[in-house]
Structure formats: structure tokens, C-alpha cells
């Protein structure tokens, strides 16, 4: 099909480990840009723990680039 995913710029987490969050983003089901879903890949996202929001853009031809906003830390 073309426009495959060659590349991923992950920015912007800090308590959210790399591991997890390629795990929401499951490449393996989308293989292009063309099929790739944003707005399931960012619910899924924050669905994680420290995740608030996220930012995806592709970057064509073979790029996605994310940026993670985390929720703050606080303590009683």
C-alpha cells in the first residue's frame, strides 16, 4: 500500500515508560499512515495511568510523531 511506518518520535513523558506506550500504540496492526488510526491509538494512551492528553501528527511519508502531556505528581 505505500506509506508505511518506517519511524516514531516519542516526546513529552517522563513517568510513562517507552515500553507501555508503544504497546498502546500496537504497530503491528497498522502498518502505513494510510490505515493508521489516531484516535484509537489516543484513547489508548489515556487510558494509561500518568497519560493526560496526547498529540499525534503524521509526518509523511513514513513518520508519526507523538507528544505526551502527563498528569502532575502531587501528594497530600
Known amino acids: 500500500m505505500g506509506f508505511g511506518i518506517e519511524q516514531v518520535s516519542l516526546t513529552g513523558h517522563r513517568f510513562t515508560s517507552d ?4 504497546d498502546a500504540l500496537d504497530l503491528k496492526s ?3 499512515l ?3 488510526d489516531a484516535e ?3 484513547k ?3 487510558r ?3 497519560v493526560q492528553s496526547v498529540d499525534i501528527s503524521r509526518v509523511w511519508p513514513d513518520q508519526l510523531a507523538i507528544r505526551v ?3 502532575r505528581a502531587f501528594a497530600i
Do not use: G, K, Q, Y
Request: aromatic share 18%; glycine share 0%; charged share 30%.
Open 34 to 36: 494510510v490505515s493508521f
Open 44 to 46: 489508548r494512551f489515556e
Open 19 to 22: 515500553a507501555d506506550l508503544f
Open 69 to 71: 502531556t502527563e498528569r
Open 30 to 32: 497498522a502498518r502505513s
Open 48 to 50: 494509561l495511568p500518568w
Open 40 to 42: 484509537t491509538i489516543r
